[in-house]
């Protein structure tokens, strides 16, 4: 951040780690009997549990500190009233206004924007409830059985993580998300429809996109080829907030739906890109998806910061990151159905804040955000876990688990489910030490040298740090409440590396080389100005498609 009141604080901060020295989680607990109750916060019965961090109240009370000096409340206010803070495109950031309830005004530039929003969702919820219903149909007349999705990044990651979150909500026709330029997809996504009864939904914030308008391009063909060019417009629809480059592509304006430049691509699925996820679920349903997305922004503008959970986990991220200098995070959701959530979080986190420059264009001070990655639980215990317990990295871990699943009859697979997430954090913080390996060894009859031969095989270190999610169920309103809560807590961390989270630039060299080197490829142009590596990986290419 640069400021002397900001510098102090992290300097404050990172003394205090040095005092902490090698902080024992286990003592820690045992110290303290009210542990869990100081360092956890709630949002109605969304429980987020950091107890299981390198954490005291002194530690809290710096990092709190440090949010001040960073100005992260009035950056804050700053985006919840439409200040331009996405400086470097000049825009505000607004996806808090697409869960503005009925009712609510938001206003930019003396417009409120709420109207617009509303507006929108009210002709996304008659289309989707046409299709739902069959009212509207096919060019033949035949319902839509199946939608596919035509978008990348935001435009995908989003409506796909949330349309498999909420499955058990699932009414409406079938869902497909077609992302990848690799044939492959389209492809291998298209071979079991057949065009009569298939809409194709166009979702891109630019409408430029090379995949996106590759794999619609090849769509079109699909339904004309079937069907006959007159049969197109029922086919498909589009999300965009380029509406001129819509209407070019050839899809009629009532089937068009907007949104606006003050909503980031991987903030949208809130807006008009959620339309695969409505027409699945419904419309109401996708109302309680925003209301939990409000209830959240609510209580992350609203409450002390005492308690708030956005800034909690925001700090606790930091800490963990910055202070404590662990490069990646895990995101582990004990819930089958959130298998998308970490990809969605890795653009979400890693788009936003994989910056290396201030909001000033200065070079950072300190690390920015971390990898994230991560895969459901219990798989990932049988995959990677091995190396959270026992390997030299650190990995701080983020659980994410419902108290009820919604499959009433495996009720027994729940217990296990809820059973194993509460292991793994408590494996993390405990361990096991040499002494209790040698010990739970000769208790089962080993022998003494064979127990201290095994011993150091056998012990875990402990004291990882790991935060928890625990809420009721996974139901529209929570899934709502979960992302606004991720989306918020990527914006604390940014104000506190103190860089903008809201462009990225860092996406463009790579499609401007792939542009360049298209023609390469192709034949076109010869790759001999091109670095020996990429010249030589050309050059064996040709080489393999000739023989
Ligand atoms: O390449 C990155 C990106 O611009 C993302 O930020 C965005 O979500 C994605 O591409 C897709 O963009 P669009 O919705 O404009 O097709």
């Excluded at 040095?18 to 019965?45: I, K, T």
């Excluded at 996405?86 to 924007?113: I, K, P, S």
């Excluded at 939608?147 to 009414?171: F, K, Q």
Aim: charge should be negative; proline fraction near 4%.
């Amino acid at each position: 951040m640069g400021t002397k009141n900001f510098d102090a604080a992290l300097a404050a901060l990172k003394a205090h780690r040095e005092q902490q020295g090698d902080f024992d989680l286990r003592a820690a607990f045992a110290a303290n009997g009210n542990r869990f109750e100081a360092f956890s916060a709630r949002q109605d019965d969304l429980l987020f549990d950091f107890s299981k961090c390198a954490l005291t109240s002194e530690t809290l009370t710096l990092l709190h500190t440090l949010a001040i000096a960073a100005g992260v409340e009035t950056r804050r206010a700053a985006m919840f009233s439409g200040g331009r803070i996405n400086n470097t495109e000049d825009r505000a950031v607004l996806h808090v206004a697409l869960r503005a309830q009925q009712g609510e005004r938001v206003m930019l530039d003396g417009h409120d924007v709420a109207e617009d929003v509303h507006a929108v969702l009210a002709a996304m919820a008659d289309f989707a409830e046409g299709i739902r219903s069959g009212d509207l149909t096919g060019a033949t007349g035949k319902p839509i059985t199946d939608v596919v999705n035509i978008g990348i990044g935001g435009s995908d990651l989003g409506p796909a993580m949330a349309t498999l979150a909420l499955a058990p909500y699932h009414d409406g026709p079938r869902t497909h998300f077609v992302s990848n330029i690799d044939g492959a997809h389209i492809a291998d996504t298209l071979k079991g429809l057949s065009a009569e009864t298939t809409l194709f939904i166009i979702a891109s914030k630019t409408f430029t996109t090379i995949e996106t308008m590759t794999n619609a391009a090849t769509a079109r063909r699909w339904v004309a080829e079937r069907l006959g060019e007159e049969a197109v417009g029922h086919h498909f629809a589009a999300v965009s907030t380029a509406l001129d480059k819509v209407a070019a592509f050839g899809i009629a304006s009532d089937r068009v739906f907007g949104f606006w430049d003050w909503v980031g691509g991987r903030y949208s699925v809130w807006s008009a890109v959620g339309l695969p996820v409505m027409i699945a679920v419904g419309a109401d349903n996708f109302r309680q998806f925003l209301a939990g997305g409000h209830a959240m922004d609510r209580h992350f503008s609203d409450t002390p910061a005492a308690r708030n959970v956005p800034l909690l986990m925001g700090l606790v991220g930091y800490w963990n990151r910055v202070v404590c200098g662990y490069p990646t995070r895990a995101v582990i959701p004990y819930d089958q159905r959130l298998a998308r959530l970490p990809a969605y979080l890795q653009q979400l986190d890693m788009e936003s804040n994989g910056k290396g420059v201030t909001i000033d264009g200065a070079p950072v001070a300190t690390p920015t955000g971390p990898v994230v990655w991560g895969e459901p639980g219990t798989n990932g215990q049988h995959a990677f876990f091995q190396l959270l317990h026992q390997g030299t990295d650190i990995v701080p871990v983020e659980f994410l688990v419902a108290a009820n699943g919604h499959e009433a009859d495996l009720r027994f697979h729940h217990e296990l489910l809820l059973a194993n997430c509460f292991a793994q954090s408590e494996a993390l913080m405990k361990g096991r030490t040499l002494y209790e390996a040698r010990a739970q060894m000769l208790a089962r009859g080993m022998s003494a040298d064979e127990a201290e031969r095994l011993a150091p095989h056998r012990a875990f270190p402990g004291n990882r740090p790991s935060v928890t999610l625990l809420y009721r169920m996974l139901d529209p309103y929570t899934l709502g409440r979960l992302i606004a809560l991720y989306e918020h807590r990527v914006f604390v961390e940014a104000q506190l590396y103190g860089i903008n989270a809201f462009d990225q630039w860092g996406v463009e060299l790579g499609k401007e080389l792939a542009t360049g080197l298209l023609p390469v490829v192709e034949g076109r142009e010869n790759a001999a100005n091109r670095d020996a590596s990429t010249a030589g990986l050309v050059a064996h290419m040709h080489e393999l498609r000739e023989g």
